[in-house]
């Protein structure tokens, strides 16, 4: 339970015998968030004067409201295509061609909705009682807590019927989150180190190494993806669900399915609401104009590469193969080929993150510094794989799409085409021997955000 700031201050007033006159009752207002364009977008000369003009930055900040909406009313604009198709990306459970999103098959619906019979297990006991008025929802369901405020005023108490209970109960059992409600998670729980438009810049973010991630450019790490396609709901969801070890991205598991698949819906929104504004940017500068075709042209080109993704899944069929003396030697070889896997030169021939292709001599001073940074401009060092921490997850399906596909956005490339399925579970294996071996000093070089 979190206590009220004013609750000390009465009991501090208590104890020096001084009166407080306080509304306990009332609780502090949410503060407005507003969207704001990037700072590449809004950038200046060396006159001090807007690389883009006003009047051009003024045009894209109203077609970014009029595509994706604002914080307090976060939505997807419905083009004349998907009005006529009968779909509607804002409400992804509903079937495609019933103004829904079609995301969802009915197993995934059904086990939603029995995570929810979980989740509200208390709030479902307190409506079979009766005691309505004892229900209290989070403070991060604003339309659902509109929705129950709405269904207890329809009826008065004593005129409360099985079919009222029964609506009560469904309204908990069926729930999925608005992205207005998705948009309030996101502002308790993410906005602090991602930022208000996703850009890895809220407040906590100058504290963080590795800094939160950048959604604005549609590049995310640790995916099964191939070809640096934008990932999967799936994607999205597991690194919710799972956090990312050795960062400050905790897990999210004390969320339900329900609020963690609208946390993905948000995150989704605001990454191409970014995706738009830099094309949009791009397009005024090459042709030094900005129409309605070209903001809906963007916008169907963002929402489609995302509406892809799923071809670009990387999927191993079969069983995950065992290590072996033999798999862990070959896999060793590989290591070691400069002409296959190559990872020497940048992990180091003992796999500390130590290889020569790692670092560089900084041009003034002579000092060894990273040799390589990522795309979103951080110096970024190879992992240390002996340490057994693996950013995208350590299971050997997941080292495997990192070896195969490599890791968008960083310098670790995707596995040369030679290379054989058995040759990538072959450096699974070796890569999975290091990480076992018995802890060794770090290198002078670990502190960096290693992120491949």
């Not at 604003?142 to 409360?160: F, I, T």
């Not at 669900?241 to 609020?259: H, K, L």
Request: glycine content about 8%; charged content about 25%.
């Amino acid at each position: 339970m979190r206590i009220r700031p004013c609750l000390y201050a009465l009991a501090a007033a208590a104890l020096l015998g001084a009166g407080c006159q306080l509304d306990l009752a009332s609780e502090p207002a949410d503060p407005v968030v507003h969207y704001s364009l990037s700072p590449t977008t809004t950038a200046l000369d060396e006159a001090g004067e807007p690389l883009l003009p006003l009047a051009e930055q003024d045009h894209i900040a109203g077609s970014l409201t009029m595509l994706f909406g604002t914080p307090a009313n976060p939505r997807f604009l419905r083009t004349a295509e998907w009005v006529d198709d009968e779909f509607d990306p804002n409400w992804p459970t509903y079937a495609a061609d019933d103004n829904g999103g079609g995301e969802f098959s009915e197993d995934e619906l059904a086990a939603i909705k029995a995570d929810n019979e979980r989740d509200f297990r208390r709030e479902l006991a307190l409506i079979e009682a009766g005691r309505y008025e004892d229900v209290v929802l989070p403070s991060w369901m604003p339309d659902l807590r509109s929705k129950w405020a709405a269904h207890l005023a329809s009826k008065p108490a004593d005129a409360r019927d099985a079919e009222f209970q029964g609506e009560a109960k469904a309204l908990l059992v069926d729930f999925y989150p608005t992205l207005r409600d998705s948009a309030e998670l996101y502002r308790q729980q993410c906005l602090h180190c991602h930022g208000v438009e996703g850009g890895g810049d809220g407040p906590t973010a100058p504290f963080l190494n590795p800094k939160p991630r950048d959604y604005r450019a549609g590049v995310f790490k640790f995916t099964s993806m191939k070809d640096k396609s934008t990932p999967r709901r799936e994607d999205l969801y597991r690194i919710l669900d799972e956090g990312v070890t050795g960062t400050a991205m905790p897990s999210f598991r004390r969320f339900s399915q329900a609020e963690l698949h609208g946390l993905v819906d948000y995150v989704r929104l605001l990454s191409m609401r970014g995706m738009v504004e830099r094309d949009l940017v791009n397009t005024y500068l090459n042709e030094e104009a900005l129409s309605m075709e070209a903001v809906l042209e963007s916008f169907s080109a963002v929402w489609d590469k995302w509406g892809k993704a799923a071809e670009k899944h990387t999927q191993f069929d079969g069983a995950v193969p065992a290590p072996s003396k033999e798999s862990i030697e070959r896999g060793r070889t590989l290591f070691m080929d400069a002409a296959t896997g190559n990872c020497f030169s940048c992990h180091g021939a003992e796999g500390r993150g130590d290889g020569a292709s790692a670092f560089t001599k900084h041009p003034e001073t002579g000092e060894t510094i990273p040799a390589y940074k990522d795309d979103w401009g951080n110096e970024i060092l190879p992992r240390n794989l002996r340490q057994g921490i693996f950013r995208g997850g350590r299971r050997p399906i997941d080292i495997y799409y990192r070896i195969k596909n490599g890791i968008n956005g960083t310098p670790m490339p995707a596995a040369v085409s030679t290379m054989s399925d058995d040759d990538i579970w072959a450096l699974v294996h070796y890569v999975g021997s290091l990480s076992e071996a018995p802890r060794v000093r770090p290198s002078s070089h670990s502190k960096s955000n290693a992120d491949h």
